[in-house]
């Protein structure tokens, strides 16, 4: 598979009033050809200064960013410009033009490129049956709802045919219901249209209902990288343990009780487990927290658990679910 984007060693700084800020630290990954990549990471972690690395809108200051095998350091003016062509973004306040109708603001990027009249408003008119705006055209953006506004974004991204599409925190301003219709619609177009896909966000949950893979970027530092079903399933990093961990609504019943992550995906989520621990070893321990979701289109659960106090019966109870094969991890806590 080809790679789209090699980072190798990234870091960037910058100077105000002589004080150094470092925003990303030897950052080194690859986006490859026709997936649904993430970057997350808390506010402030580096996401936003990372992907704007990746159409040099912002320069690195040390390391190296390549696309298709270009490093985009060493491009003239104009064969940048020819690369930013091919990579589109979407943002989080949408940035149409109020003043144009929405067929306008769709065949904005194609006017610039200079592109005939007669052909961009084809092109235009296509995009926006894409998005499922086609009857929209004359609009214009204030009279459309906030889902509708990001629609005619990604049909403008997608007008002048890039091949890769930026979405920097696209969703954040939507609400729950809008954002899934979104990201069906991107993940509809990264099937139909082989469009490689780049999501930055500091939602896990956006994360896990639409990327193959995804990094987790902490303090301007890469934590940790790899498939979102197996960061999901077993995260490394205290960074990923943070995003992906349920959050306790109980406190544990001690200061120095264990607790456990239990991990299930659907073959295993009408399973009896917790009745089958009690029945077979006579063991029983505490649900703190609970719950079910979809990462990758697949059904996966998780529990939080407390463990009775003695360290053998503590043994026994994890061996008992890693032998059910549950995913077990141990929960740090306050």
Request: glycine residues 8%.
């Amino acid at each position: 598979m080809n790679e789209v984007f090699q980072l190798n060693h990234v870091s960037k700084k910058y100077e105000n009033d002589g004080k150094e800020f470092i925003a990303l630290k030897d950052v080194s990954l690859s986006i490859r050809e026709g997936e649904i990549f993430g970057i997350i990471g808390m506010s402030g972690a580096g996401k936003s200064t990372l992907v704007r690395t990746l159409n040099r809108l912002e320069n690195v200051s040390g390391g190296s960013v390549s696309f298709y095998g270009q490093n985009l350091a060493e491009l003239k003016p104009r064969e940048l410009r020819n690369v930013r062509r091919e990579i589109a973004m979407i943002f989080q306040g949408f940035n149409l033009l109020a003043q144009k109708t929405v067929l306008s603001n769709v065949m904005q990027p194609l006017r610039i490129a200079g592109v005939p009249r007669a052909i961009r408003k084809q092109k235009a008119l296509e995009m926006l049956k894409v998005v499922g705006l086609e009857d929209k055209w004359n609009e214009y953006p204030a009279r459309l709802s906030g889902g509708q506004r990001q629609r005619v974004a990604i049909a403008r991204a997608l007008a002048a045919d890039p091949k890769v599409l930026l979405c920097d925190e696209a969703t954040s301003a939507l609400d729950p219901k809008i954002t899934g219709e979104i990201l069906d619609l991107l993940k509809e177009i990264n099937r139909t249209r082989k469009l490689t896909i780049v999501i930055i966000t500091h939602e896990m949950s956006v994360v896990e209902e639409i990327c193959d893979r995804v990094a987790i970027v902490d303090n301007g530092e890469l934590s940790e990288i790899g498939e979102v079903k197996e960061i999901f399933r077993n995260p490394k990093s205290k960074a990923a343990q943070k995003l992906v961990f349920p959050s306790n609504p109980f406190d544990p019943s001690t200061s120095d009780s264990r607790l456990i992550r239990l991990v299930f995906d659907g073959s295993a989520a009408n399973r009896p487990f917790i009745a089958e621990l009690v029945e077979k070893t006579g063991s029983k321990v505490a649900i703190l927290s609970a719950n079910t979701k979809s990462v990758g289109g697949i059904g996966y659960g998780q529990m939080v658990v407390e463990l009775p106090n003695n360290p053998e019966e503590q043994e026994k109870i994890i061996e008992f679910f890693e032998t059910g094969g549950l995913t077990v991890q141990e929960v740090r806590h306050a």
